[in-house]
């Protein structure tokens, strides 16, 4: 049976921090393409963050690059996402999603399994 669980969400000051953590589990982790997405109320799941197989490469959104940062600990079948100077606009549910297409996908309707999502809030 597939799983992913997230974990460390919560709620936060603007330009405070917050890593969040996805565990597989019942996957050939390492040959997954694992991602993160987003969604605030009334809008569509937006793309966050992509790690392809094996951990080769990593690809932000724009609305992201140089304020989140993907690991990936392929020993323990975990992504973590560290997540700093956050801001309001971060607010929403983060869903963890994996897919065995190796590129960068950053589509949702190309990912395979997802988590049941954790809500981080950013207040100003």
């Known amino acids: 049976q597939v799983q992913l669980v997230e974990s460390g969400g919560g709620l936060v000051e603007a330009g405070g921090s917050l890593r969040l953590s996805c565990a597989a589990s019942?996957?050939?982790?390492?040959?997954?393409?694992m991602g993160w997405f987003r969604q605030a109320p009334g809008t569509e799941r937006e793309f966050v963050v992509v790690?392809?197989?094996?951990?080769?490469?990593?690809y932000y959104a724009d609305s992201v690059e140089g304020r989140f940062t993907l690991s990936r600990d392929n020993a323990n079948d975990t992504v973590y996402l560290q997540m700093n100077s956050l801001k309001p606009e971060d607010t929403a549910v983060y869903y963890c999603?994996?897919?065995?297409?190796?590129?960068?996908?950053?589509?949702?309707?190309?990912?395979?399994?997802w988590g049941q999502g954790t809500q981080v809030t950013v207040s100003s």
């Open positions: 790690n392809t197989w094996f951990g080769r490469s990593t």
């Open positions: 999603a994996a897919t065995r297409t190796p590129g960068a996908v950053s589509t949702s309707n190309a990912y395979d399994y």
């Open positions: 019942g996957l050939m982790f390492s040959r997954l393409s």
